[in-house]
C-alpha cells in the first residue's frame, strides 16, 4: 500500500461519490417536472412529497464529495472552488432555493405563494444538474486556470496564491465551450429521466405514472443523442497525458487508449449504458413495469464512475489547464500527503456502514408507495 495506490484508491472513493452524486440527481430531475408530471395541484403535491423525502441524501452527498476531494485532492479544491467560484455558487444558490423551497412553501406567512416556491424548485431541478455535468465536462475539455507552486517559498510574497483564474469569469467561461454544453445537457436530460423513473415507482397514481411515460419517451430521446454524441467526442479527441517526469503533454486518441489500456473500465462503462437503457426500455414498452429506476440507477452509478475513472488513473491529467498545459492537475501534484491518505484510508472503512444505514433508511421511506392520502399529513410539504 504505497503513495500511488492511495492516490488511485482516493480517486475511486472521489469517483464513486460524483457517480453517486449524479444517480441522486433524479431529486432535480422530477421536480424539473413537477408541472408536466403533475399537472393537478394534487399531482404537483404528490410529486414534491416524492422528491421531497430525498433531496438531503442529495444534497448531503455533493457536501461529502467536496469534502471529500477538499482531503484527499487539495490542490484541485482551491482550484476550482477557489477559482471558478461563480459556477460554483449559482450551483450552489440553487441548492439552496431548493431546501428553502421545500420547508416554506406550504408554510402559514409565506406571502410569495407556493407556485414561487415550485418554480424555485424547477430552476433547482435545471441548472443543477446543467451546471454540474458541465463543471465534470471540465475534467475533460479543461479549464482556464494557472498554478504557480513556487509562491509558496517565494519570501517576496506576502499572501501565497498557489492558483489563479486567468481571466475574471471565474469559472462561467466553461459553458462557452460547445462541449461542455452538451454533457452538460446530458447529464440534464438523464437527471430527468432518473425523476421519471424513481416518481413512477415512488407514487401509486395512474395518472402521474401515464404522464411519465410519456414524458419519458420524450426526455430519453434528447438524452441519448446528446450522451452518444459526447462519447463518440470524448473517446476521438486528444487527451491530457503525464509522462515519468510529471510533464503534461497532448496525446492522440488519450481517452480511447485509456480503455483499450483498462479493459475491466470499458467493461464496466458498456454494462452501465445498457443498464440506463434497459431501464427506459422496460418503463417504456411493458406498462406495468415501474422498476426501470432500479436498472436505470445502477447503470448510471457505473457509467460515471468509468468516465471519472478515464479522467484520472492511467497516466491522465484530470483538471488540465487551457492556460498553462503544466500547471493541469494529477492526482500525483494534486493530492494530500501520504500520511494524511493513509490515515483517511483506514477512516474509509466506516462507509459501507454509513451507506448500510442509508440503504435501511432509503427502503424503510419507500416502503409504502405515496398516494393521495399523504399529502394530507401535517407533515407533507
Not at 437527471?191 to 419519458?216: F, H, K, P, T
Not at 450522451?227 to 497532448?250: N, P, Q, S, W
Request: hydrophobic share 50%; with cysteine; charged share 15%.
Amino acid at each position: 500500500m504505497d503513495y500511488t495506490f492511495l492516490q488511485h484508491y482516493w480517486w475511486f472513493i472521489v469517483s464513486l461519490l460524483g457517480a453517486l452524486l449524479v444517480f441522486l440527481l433524479f431529486v432535480q430531475g422530477a421536480n424539473s417536472l413537477i408541472r408536466s408530471l403533475g399537472w393537478t395541484e394534487e399531482g404537483k403535491r404528490l410529486v414534491i412529497n416524492s422528491t421531497g423525502r430525498k433531496w438531503e441524501f442529495t444534497f448531503t452527498t455533493l457536501v461529502t464529495f467536496g469534502g471529500a476531494f477538499f482531503a484527499s485532492f487539495p490542490l484541485f479544491y482551491s482550484t476550482s472552488f477557489g477559482g471558478a467560484y461563480w459556477l460554483w455558487m449559482i450551483i450552489l444558490f440553487t441548492f439552496v432555493l431548493q431546501a428553502v423551497s421545500y420547508e416554506f412553501q406550504n408554510k402559514l406567512g409565506n406571502f410569495l405563494g407556493p407556485k414561487t416556491f415550485q418554480w424555485f424548485l424547477v430552476l433547482n431541478g435545471l441548472l443543477g444538474p446543467l451546471l454540474l455535468g458541465g463543471a465534470v465536462a471540465t475534467f475533460f475539455e479543461g479549464s482556464n486556470f494557472i498554478v504557480a507552486k513556487e509562491n509558496l517559498v517565494d519570501t517576496g510574497v506576502i499572501t501565497p496564491i498557489i492558483s489563479r483564474w486567468a481571466n475574471a469569469s471565474h469559472g462561467l467561461d466553461a459553458l462557452l465551450n460547445p462541449w461542455v454544453l452538451v454533457f452538460g445537457l446530458a447529464v440534464m436530460f438523464l437527471a430527468r429521466i432518473l425523476g421519471i423513473l424513481y416518481v413512477m415507482n415512488n407514487i401509486n397514481d395512474e395518472d402521474i405514472r401515464s404522464r411519465g411515460s410519456v414524458r419519458l419517451i420524450g426526455t430519453a430521446v434528447p438524452f441519448l443523442i446528446l450522451f452518444v454524441a459526447y462519447l463518440i467526442h470524448l473517446l476521438l479527441k486528444d487527451g491530457y497525458a503525464v509522462d515519468e517526469t510529471g510533464r503534461i503533454y497532448m496525446e492522440s486518441y488519450k481517452y480511447l487508449n485509456n480503455l483499450l489500456d483498462m479493459p475491466y473500465i470499458a467493461c464496466f462503462l458498456v454494462l452501465g449504458i445498457l443498464n440506463v437503457l434497459w431501464g427506459i426500455g422496460i418503463t417504456i414498452f411493458k406498462k406495468d413495469n415501474n422498476n426501470g429506476i432500479m436498472y436505470a440507477g445502477v447503470g448510471t452509478v457505473l457509467t460515471v464512475l468509468c468516465l471519472l475513472l478515464l479522467a484520472g488513473w492511467n497516466d491522465t491529467a484530470y483538471y488540465p489547464s487551457t492556460a498553462d498545459l503544466q500547471s493541469s492537475l494529477t492526482i500525483a501534484n494534486s493530492c494530500s500527503s501520504e500520511f494524511t491518505l493513509r490515515t483517511m484510508f483506514y477512516v474509509s472503512f466506516l462507509v459501507p456502514f454509513v451507506l448500510a444505514y442509508i440503504v435501511y433508511a432509503w427502503w424503510s421511506i419507500d416502503k409504502k408507495k405515496l398516494d393521495k392520502q399523504e399529502i394530507i399529513d401535517d407533515h407533507a410539504y
